[in-house]
């Protein structure tokens, strides 16, 4: 089982990075990791309980996972885990948590434990699947971070719209 922890410096409160990767309307514009991910039932965002569905984007679109978010807590934290299995994982969670640091900048902690199908082979594909997963967390997140930095003030103006799933 593979465990790893980044830290992101970014460049917009936690408030606007939380919504900027949950909200699909904000998340379609810069994910590099995902092609396709939608709320089953269709909701904007997840929620206690809220599954996903998740296709892979550029290379990695054959992948696709679902998962179901384990804690939902609007600015500070969210998490979800991997339900059922889907090649080459047999076991995926991640957490996000945001703090925010000095005025217009936060941090991010992107926290994600995966583990590799068939055992047999774990030896061997664990390690690969680690590297590829921490080299697109990287390219993924400083992708975030450069939307960010040109449109975090769409974002804030999005927010002060009447929401009725901003509640929280």
Do not use: K
């Amino acid at each position: 089982m593979t465990h790893r922890r980044f830290e992101f410096d970014m460049p917009a409160p936690s408030d606007v990075v939380f919504d900027a990767f949950h909200y699909h309307v904000w998340r379609d514009r810069w994910d590099s990791l995902v092609s396709d991910t939608r709320v089953v039932g269709g909701a904007p965002c997840p929620f206690v309980g809220a599954e996903t569905e998740n296709t892979g984007g550029g290379l990695l679109r054959a992948l696709s996972m679902r998962t179901r978010f384990v804690t939902f807590d609007r600015p500070r934290v969210a998490a979800a885990s991997m339900i059922g299995r889907a090649f080459p994982f047999s076991r995926w969670a991640a957490s996000m948590r945001h703090r925010d640091t000095v005025p217009g900048r936060s941090v991010f902690v992107y926290v994600y434990t995966l583990e590799t199908a068939p055992r047999a082979l774990r030896w061997l594909m664990e390690p690969v699947v680690d590297w590829i997963f921490v080299r697109q967390t990287r390219r993924r997140f400083e992708r975030m971070r450069n939307f960010l930095a040109l449109h975090a003030d769409e974002v804030v103006q999005w927010q002060r719209r009447p929401h009725a799933e901003l509640a929280g």
